[in-house]
T-cell receptor
Framework: LAKTTQPISMDSYEGQEVNITCSHN???????ITWYQQFPSQGPRFIIQ???TKVTNEVASLFIPADRKSSTLSLPRVSLSDTAVYYCLVGEGGNQFYFGTGTSLTVIP | GAVVSQHPSWVICKSGTSVKIECRSLDFQATTMFWYRQFPKQSLMLMATSNEGSKATYEQGVEKDKFLINHASLTLSTLTVTSAHPEDSSFYIC?????????????FGAGTRLSVL
């Protein structure tokens, strides 16, 4: 299983774009990269998933370089409600169920 | 799709009692259920994986006799913390595998906060 490494914490001012990078050097060919958001005392919630290049949805973008050894979650114009812990998981199908440390994002007014 | 219901959301119990946590997949069938435990300011730790109709597989260091998992149907799994002690106080989260919906996405229950006095 691919091990992931993320910054422990990040701070950002409201309205700014936030980029959180995850390293996964031993990602396998069939592995997908999935990001989840977790608020205190809640279960994680799916944000975005990708395999390569760039994926965008209504809440975030995910950038994956050609070698796929890292990925960057981009949150445009964050608000206070985006303060949460963000996890990247790497795996295939039912094999991506081991969580790393996550990144605790604090949005400052 | 992929609505997960976990109950109760918060339970307080005396040391030595047993607590049952239910996890239901409301609009899909889950052949596999993952149970996690999360201590304050820490990441989610996988406790066990259960398949419908068979015994659960526990991660290293998780006592199978203490954390009883029953996955009797495709929509319901339960985790029973037996003879709970204060060190079992934690946040427990279930995640049914929605294999038919989105292959690589996990859906999680809202979690159960267990406080053992």
């Amino acid at each position: 299983l691919a091990k992931t490494t993320q910054p422990i914490s990040m701070d950002s001012y409201e309205g700014q774009e936030v980029n959180i990078t995850c390293s996964h050097n031993n990602i396998a060919t069939n592995d997908y990269i999935t990001w989840y958001q977790q608020f205190p005392s809640q279960g994680p919630r799916f944000i975005i998933q990708g395999y390569k290049t760039k994926v965008t949805n209504e809440v975030a973008s995910l950038f994956i370089p050609a070698d796929r050894k890292s990925s960057t979650l981009s949150l445009p114009r964050v608000s206070l409600s985006d303060t949460a812990v963000y996890y990247c998981l790497v795996g295939e199908g039912g094999n991506q169920f081991y969580f790393g440390t996550g990144t605790s994002l604090t949005v400052i007014p | 799709g992929a609505v997960v219901s976990q109950h109760p959301s918060w339970v307080i119990c005396k040391s030595g009692t047993s607590v049952k946590i239910e996890c239901r997949s409301l609009d899909f069938q889950a052949t596999t259920m993952f149970w996690y435990r999360q201590f304050p300011k820490q990441s989610l730790m996988l406790m066990a994986t259960s398949n419908e109709g068979s015994k659960a597989t526990y991660e290293q260091g998780v006592e199978k006799d203490k954390f009883l998992i029953n996955h009797a149907s495709l929509t319901l799994s339960t985790l029973t913390v037996t003879s709970a002690h204060p060190e079992d106080s934690s946040f427990y989260i279930c995640s049914p595998e929605a294999r038919d919906l989105a292959k690589n996405i996990q859906y999680f229950g809202a979690g159960t906060r267990l406080s053992v006095l």
